[in-house]
């Protein structure tokens, strides 16, 4: 690329580079996520990966269990404004620091919306240990088919 490069009307890009950069972040199938999909299916549990757990809402979540209704997040500390990892960019800190607060925002809606229709959401963040968020995972699951089972009338 040139020296003279110049972003596109509207581009957050502060240069080429930062472009490549951040084009290149993945928002799924990151490494924390397939660690913790890795133990939760060893586990025997089965789930949804990428989907919407409300047709009408337009977010997806990390894994999704439709017959107990949870929805699992593992969010990015610098994406999701983690209270121990956040560090505000020093390029551009007014656009990011905004984004970031417009994902938080975003984050508590999806919570409420989704607890509102009758769904557990369970949140991580990417830098706590995967096999703690498994079991706590697999933990939620249970204890919700059990409270299926229970509602249930005998046949």
């Not at 799924?28 to 047709?55: F, K």
């Not at 997040?73 to 390029?91: A, L, N």
């Not at 009758?118 to 697999?138: K, Q, Y």
């Amino acid at each position: 690329m040139s020296d003279n490069w110049t972003p596109p009307e509207g581009s957050w890009a502060s240069s080429a580079a930062r472009r490549r950069n951040m084009q290149a972040i993945r928002s799924r199938d990151t490494t924390p996520e397939r660690l913790i999909r890795r133990l939760v299916h060893a586990q025997g549990l089965r789930y949804r990966v990428g989907a919407r757990p409300l047709a009408d809402l337009r977010r997806t979540a990390d894994m999704v269990f439709r017959p107990t209704k949870i929805a699992v997040f593992i969010d990015g500390c610098y994406w999701h404004g983690c209270p121990e990892h956040y560090v505000s960019p020093k390029t551009n800190p007014g656009y990011w620091s905004d984004k970031v607060a417009r994902n938080m925002a975003r984050d508590r809606d999806t919570d409420q919306r989704l607890t509102e229709a009758g769904w557990t959401v369970l949140r991580f963040w990417e830098h706590e240990p995967s096999e703690d968020c498994a079991a706590r995972i697999a933990a939620e699951v249970e204890k919700r088919r059990t409270a299926i089972r229970s509602t249930k009338p005998d046949s």
